[in-house]
T-cell receptor, first 114, second 112 residues
């Protein structure tokens, strides 16, 4: 169990640029979640995959955000035309089969918009 | 709608003292409840979880939590706090698709 891996750990970019984050799950976990966490808040749900299927998206996920999990393994989260308000920590979590399984979190990608 | 409230934003305790962090949830069915801990710049680490059965659950690092259905609470406790416990603590309830709803967190400071 190598844990959930996220890359990069930090991303600084200018407003209006596109950014992409990657999440590599624990290998046997078929469920994958993206969350956004701002300062002083708990993580907020963005989207959820079961294998390669994206089953739910939060209304927080504007049309500038897109997530994929093409082969049911790693996932990417892309933000187009970044805005100041996108500055946050983006967390990936994965979960094994069974409703009683906890989610295991990566260390996140901290995005700073200049 | 599902929600989690952590009423204490900051708590300071002396090393060796006991700790209780409060968590209240709102959920229509039997909840799945979790406590996570987050150190600065890190992801969340699971401390413990409750699904059913014994209402007092034990976790890692000497933490425990008690589920009280009548009070819609799931408070986290530790009998003797160590300096390394200083971190931010999040309570979460799992809903449909196991989507987690998190509280806003309680930041714990430990005085030497």
């Amino acid at each position: 169990d190598t844990g959930v891996s996220q890359d990069p750990r930090h991303k600084i970019t200018k407003r209006g640029q596109n950014v992409t984050f990657r999440c590599d799950p624990i290998s046997e976990h078929n469920r994958l979640y993206w969350y956004r966490q701002t300062l002083g808040q708990g993580p907020e749900f963005l989207t959820y995959f079961q294998n390669e299927a994206q089953l739910e998206k939060s209304r927080l996920l504007s049309d500038r955000f897109s997530a994929e999990r093409p082969k049911g393994s790693f996932s990417t989260l892309e933000i187009q035309r970044t805005e100041q308000g996108d500055s946050a920590m983006y967390l990936c979590a994965t979960q094994g089969q069974g409703a009683d399984q906890p989610q295991h979190f990566g260390d996140g990608t901290r995005l700073s918009i200049l | 709608a599902q929600s989690v409230t952590q009423p204490d934003i900051h708590i300071t305790v002396s090393e060796g003292a006991s700790l209780e962090l409060r968590c209240n949830y709102s959920y229509g069915a039997t909840p799945y409840l979790f406590w996570y801990v987050q150190s600065p710049g890190q992801g969340l680490q699971l401390l413990l979880k409750y699904f059913s059965g014994d209402t007092l659950v034990q976790g890692i690092k000497g933490f425990e939590a008690e589920f009280k259905r009548s009070q819609s609470s799931f408070n986290l406790r530790k009998p003797s706090v160590h300096w390394s416990d200083a971190a931010e603590y999040f309570c979460a309830v799992a809903a449909v698709f196991n989507k987690f709803y998190f509280g806003s967190g309680t930041k714990l400071n430990v005085k030497p």
